[in-house]
């Protein structure tokens, strides 16, 4: 049996009476055809699910540790902290008592390790004691470049160059306040 397509109009053999399209996608375009309005609304509904997955906070917020305006992060909308480093003080802050039985019992368990780390700085009082001492004599400036405190950081230096020893010496006539760059080059002079 010979029969037009109703969509594009070309002349196909069937063997069937029902039969009103040449191929499949002449089908699916008629259906599209027909059911445009209901299948642009499914389209739209969509695009707005998907846009409100997307939409980004347009809020802002105020943390609750520095008073930052903040915007939240999509994920979480109830964030009240502008990060983690603020939420950790604020922690710290309301819980002093749990935090410092924390610190003691996290000392008692790592002995070790806090030992050896004291090792290294000396137990804070590094440089036999001296080490304000001669920052103070030496008026918080470098001995070599003049700069002082505020705008560069200062260090200590053992001018016989005994510093990595086992024992330094760690007299205040053998201590000098230098700046951090004079003091790479006073190690690569002696070194």
Not at 145 to 150: D, F, H, L, T, V
Request: with cysteine.
């Amino acid at each position: 049996m010979v029969k037009k397509c109703i969509v594009c109009g070309k002349v196909y053999t069937t063997e069937s009476k029902l039969s009103k399209y040449c191929s499949h996608a002449c089908c699916c375009k008629q259906w599209k055809l027909n059911n445009r309005l209901k299948d642009l609304a499914q389209r739209k509904a969509y695009n707005k699910r998907r846009w409100l997955k997307i939409k980004p906070t347009i809020f802002k917020r105020h943390c609750l540790f520095c008073d930052k305006l903040f915007r939240p992060d999509r994920k979480h909308n109830f964030q009240q902290y502008c990060s983690g480093r603020c939420r950790r003080k604020n922690y710290v802050k309301n819980n002093r008592d749990k935090v410092l039985l924390w610190k003691k019992n996290d000392r008692i368990k790592h002995k070790e390790q806090y030992s050896k780390r004291d090792a290294k700085y000396h137990d804070k009082t590094r440089y036999g004691g001296n080490r304000r001492k001669a920052m103070v004599r030496d008026e918080f400036m470098c001995k070599i470049c003049g700069e002082q405190y505020p705008d560069v950081r200062l260090v200590v230096h053992h001018v016989d160059g005994t510093g990595q020893d086992e024992t330094p010496n760690q007299e205040l006539n053998n201590l000098q306040t230098l700046c951090r760059a004079c003091h790479a080059r006073s190690h690569k002079l002696i070194v």
